[in-house]
Every structure is written in structure tokens, then in C-alpha cells.
């Protein structure tokens, strides 16, 4: 499984865009990368998922570059409820479920 | 309305006794997972399984097992060989394919 890097925590004034980059350096060709956030005392929420180029959605922006050793997910204008702790996972490209790997993710505080 | 019921949401255990936590889940998914969470730490998979009567051991398996005799349903027992079984407990399901985890709310055990 690819092993992911991303920062431990980040801190944002309410409003702004915030921008997360985790690091895959070793991500195989069927890999797709995950993004979920999770608030204290609850389970993780998916985000937003994607494979190559760019994902948007209600929530977040996922942008890939054409080598796909790294991904930024993008939070626009955040509010103090989007403080909360923010996981990168690489896999999920197989058949047969292999588990995810759940880093220690990035701690994003949004300050008003 | 789909998803994954963890019980009890909070638990305590006395030294030496066996509990049991129960995951249900009604998405129709193959693949099962439990997971163990520290204050301001990752998840660690502890048990995962693909399909009913098979499960593998995660990363901390040891002082825990589970059962999978129906598709809907993972329980973890936590067992007194467990030294320190005070955490929060999280189980998943995923459907095959690329597709995201979805997660139980959680159960937080803790030893009295």
C-alpha cells in the first residue's frame, strides 16, 4: 500500500481557502486517493475521491497532477464547522478490498 | 436511509471481563472493517473481512476477536488479554470497487 505524507496541522481564518497536499510518492497504476474528514467522537466522512486531473464536488476540490505523486485537496471559503481533522488515503483500486491505511491525517483549525 | 449502527455508544469494562461491540450494517456491503483510535492518534486496523465466515487480522489484533456469520453483522470483542483496551472504536463497510469507506458512529470503551 502507498505510503502517504501530509502536514500534521494547518490553521485558517474563516473565510479562506485552505489547501491540504499529501504526498504518495509510491502510488500504483489501479490506486485511487481518498479524502475524509472527521470531527472529535465521530467516525470519518468521505470527502471527495479521485484518480487523475481534477474532482470537484459540493464539499471540496481534489486536484491531481499528471504524475499523480502527490494530491491537493481544496476547502474554499471555510467556516469554524470545517475544523476538524482531515485524512489522505491511497488504494481501493482492487478487487479484493484490501484495507486502507489510516495516517495520524491533518489537523485543520479555522479561527474566526 | 443506509448506513452502519455501532452499540453501545459508550462502554466500560472492568479489569479482566470480555465485552462484546456490536456493528450492523443494512448497505448490503462485502467488506467489513474495525478500527481502534487514540487520543490524537490515526485508526489501526484491528480485524477486517471480505465476506461472511472469513476475516483477517489487522496491525493490533492481539486481545480481540470477531465473528462474521452474517453479511450484515461484525462484532469485536474485546478480551481481558487486551492490556489496554481504552479507545474509541470504529467499524466500516465498503462495497467492492473504488468506492469509500462508510463509518459507525463509534463506540468509546473505557476501563473502570
Known amino acids: 500500500l502507498a505510503k502517504t505524507t501530509q502536514p500534521i496541522s494547518m490553521d485558517s481564518y474563516e473565510g479562506q481557502e485552505v489547501n491540504i497536499t499529501c504526498s504518495h510518492n509510491?502510488?500504483?497504476?489501479?490506486?485511487?486517493i481518498t479524502w475524509y474528514q472527521q470531527f472529535p467522537s465521530q467516525g470519518p466522512r468521505f470527502i471527495i475521491q479521485?484518480?487523475?486531473t481534477k474532482v470537484t464536488n459540493e464539499v471540496a476540490s481534489l486536484f491531481i497532477p499528471a504524475d499523480r505523486k502527490s494530491s491537493t485537496l481544496s476547502l474554499p471559503r471555510v467556516s469554524l464547522s470545517d475544523t476538524a481533522v482531515y485524512y489522505c488515503l491511497v488504494g481501493a483500486g482492487d478487487p479484493g478490498n484490501t484495507p486502507l491505511v489510516f495516517g495520524k491525517g491533518t489537523r485543520l483549525s479555522v479561527i474566526a | 436511509d443506509g448506513g452502519i449502527t455501532q452499540s453501545p455508544k459508550y462502554l466500560f469494562r472492568k479489569e479482566g471481563q470480555n465485552v462484546t461491540l456490536s456493528c450492523e450494517q443494512n448497505l448490503n456491503h462485502d467488506a467489513m472493517y474495525w478500527y481502534r483510535q487514540d487520543p490524537g492518534q490515526g485508526l489501526r486496523l484491528i480485524y477486517y473481512s471480505q465476506i461472511v465466515n472469513d476475516f483477517q487480522k489487522g496491525d493490533i489484533a492481539e486481545g480481540y476477536s470477531v465473528s462474521r456469520e452474517k453479511k450484515e453483522s461484525f462484532p469485536l470483542t474485546v478480551t481481558s488479554a487486551q492490556k489496554n483496551p481504552t479507545a474509541f472504536y470504529l467499524c466500516a463497510a465498503r462495497d467492492r470497487g473504488p468506492y469509500g469507506y462508510t463509518f459507525g458512529s463509534g463506540t468509546r470503551l473505557t476501563v473502570v
Open positions: 509510491n502510488i500504483a497504476t489501479n490506486d485511487y
Open positions: 479521485g484518480y487523475k
